[in-house]
Structures are given as structure tokens and as C-alpha cells.
């Protein structure tokens, strides 16, 4: 069964340019992801941070520029083959609520499977093992995403918090060395956000994962990130540590339309 380990590599969002018809949503956006950090990406509505996790996710194909993870070239690759290679995305609409916590786990395991469908089907001995390790592999992650006591109910039957978590294990289920996480606590309450960043921070110090997040939770981002890049009308506008882009006129001036010093920006 594969097995991977945490990846040496960055990775490296470089020059990106996305347009929509005559609007440019990413303006060459360059920024660095490094390896085993949490990177957040920031900005206003309509700043462009979805763009941006669309085309490290392989949804968008920018019309410049390149993301590089290792040798990959991921601009170039369909979204299902950026998974395969180790960086898996959550999505920020629950979209895991038929079955049990195992069996959406289980699904994440799918692009691990070797067994193929006859072999599964017709129950041979190796399938049956494999399919054993997959089940001990998907119970271990939902132990270390908090779910263990939840792995064998129905996902619908959950609190919005925890059901908004088996996301976040599927998507660890593939293994990955990268995470892309798409406002990983969008309509949570406080204990669930907290209950969230404990969670993300336990996996990345677990697995030494890279992460990447998109995510409006200030609160959030100021506890979870080692890094921040933030964007706004489609630019990187700041780079820096949670607390330099606090305290960044250009970002306060983007998110309060003041330069901090309670004057209106022009
Ligand atoms: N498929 C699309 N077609 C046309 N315009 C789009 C499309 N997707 C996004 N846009 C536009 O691109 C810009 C960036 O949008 P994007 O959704 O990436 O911003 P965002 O920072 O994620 O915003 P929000 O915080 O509101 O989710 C916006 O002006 C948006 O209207």
C-alpha cells in the first residue's frame, strides 16, 4: 500500500495571471508555499483568493504563469492528477453527507486502491487485504482529525463542525505532502473553529505537511499561519508573518478602506 512521506519541496505559485472574459482576477501572483508551513491566503471579496485555490487545484488554467511542486508543473495537469501526486484540496461546500464517516473516508482512499474492481468484486485475498489496510489507514485519520468516536455513524447525523471536519479527512486520506484548504471553518461556531485550528495544527505537526489555506477567519489565520500572502483586486498587495500584514497600511487600507490612521484611504 503507498505510503508517502512529507515533501522537501515548496510549493512555488509563480507569476499567475488568470482572466475572466475582460476582468483579470490574478494579476502575476507569485508566492512562495514552504515546505511542512502553513501558508494563508487572504484578501477582501472579490480579491481573488478562490482563483487562485482553482488553479493550484488544476480547476482553473491560468493564461500565464506556473505553479511548480517538485519537478510538477501542476498548471499543465487535470485536477485528478494533482491529487495523485500528493496535493489534495477540501471543498468549502460540504460535500460529504451520504454514508458514514468510514465510508466517506474510504472514498478518499479510492486513488490509492491498486486492487482493481474484479479482484474487489470477486473478494480475492489480496483485495480483501488491501481493502483491510485502506479501513485501518482511513480509522487512524479520523482519530487524528478528532472523528475515531464518529467513524462508523452517519455523516448527516453530525454536528455542522464535525461533519465540515470529515472533509478535511477525506482529503487526508489521499495521503497528501501539500493540503489546500478552502475556508476550512467557514460557518463554524467559536468552540468548532478552535476545535478546527487544534485539528489542522495536530495533522501538520503529525504528518509534516505543507498547507496552504484560503480563508476569511482573521482569528483564524493570526493563530494557524506561519505565513501570509494577501491579495487584493487580483495583486499580491503584502508578504509577511500574521502580525507584519496586521500592522501592513496597504492591507488595512484594503480591508478598512483607512491607512490606520482613522483617515479614509483617498
Ligand atoms: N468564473 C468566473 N467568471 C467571471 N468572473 C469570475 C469568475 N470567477 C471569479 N470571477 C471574478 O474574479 C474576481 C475574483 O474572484 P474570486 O472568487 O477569486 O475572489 P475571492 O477573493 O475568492 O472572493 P470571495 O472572498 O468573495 O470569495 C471577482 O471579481 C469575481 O467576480
New binding site residues.
Given amino acids: 500500500m503507498t505510503t508517502r512521506t512529507a515533501s522537501p519541496h515548496p510549493l512555488e505559485v509563480q507569476d499567475v495571471t488568470v482572466r ?2 475582460g ?1 483579470t ?1 490574478l494579476d502575476a501572483v507569485s508566492f512562495t508555499v514552504a515546505p511542512g508551513t502553513v501558508h494563508a491566503v487572504i ?1 477582501p ?7 487562485c485555490f482553482n488553479v493550484l487545484s488544476g480547476l482553473h488554467r491560468p493564461a500565464r504563469g506556473s505553479v511548480r511542486h517538485g519537478d510538477a508543473e501542476l498548471t499543465r495537469l487535470a485536477p485528478h492528477r494533482i491529487a495523485a501526486l500528493g496535493v489534495a484540496r477540501t471543498f468549502q461546500n460540504i460535500v460529504t453527507t451520504a454514508g458514514t464517516v468510514a465510508d466517506n473516508l474510504m472514498l478518499g482512499r479510492h486513488a490509492l486502491t491498486r486492487a482493481g474492481f474484479t479482484a474487489s468484486a470477486l473478494r480475492l485475498p489480496a483485495a480483501v487485504r488491501e481493502q483491510r489496510e485502506h479501513l485501518a489507514k482511513a480509522r487512524e485519520i479520523a482519530e487524528l482529525t478528532g472523528l475515531g468516536a464518529h467513524f462508523d455513524q452517519p455523516v448527516a447525523l453530525l454536528p455542522y463542525g464535525d461533519r465540515k471536519r470529515v472533509e478535511l479527512a477525506r482529503a487526508l486520506c489521499l495521503e497528501p505532502t501539500v493540503l489546500l484548504l478552502d475556508e476550512p471553518v467557514a460557518g463554524m461556531n467559536a468552540a468548532e473553529r478552535a476545535r478546527t485550528a487544534e485539528v489542522v495544527r495536530h495533522v501538520r505537526a503529525e504528518l509534516g505537511l505543507t498547507v496552504l489555506l484560503v480563508e ?1 477567519d482573521m482569528g483564524l489565520v493570526m493563530r494557524l499561519a506561519d505565513e501570509v500572502t494577501v ?1 487584493d483586486f ?1 495583486k499580491v498587495i503584502a508578504h509577511g508573518t500574521p502580525e507584519e500584514v496586521r500592522r501592513d497600511p496597504e492591507v488595512l487600507r484594503a480591508y478598512l478602506g483607512t491607512d490606520g490612521t482613522g483617515e479614509d484611504a483617498a
Fill in positions: 475572466f472574459a476582468l482576477a484578501g471579496n472579490g480579491a481573488g483568493k478562490s482563483t476569511h491579495l487580483g
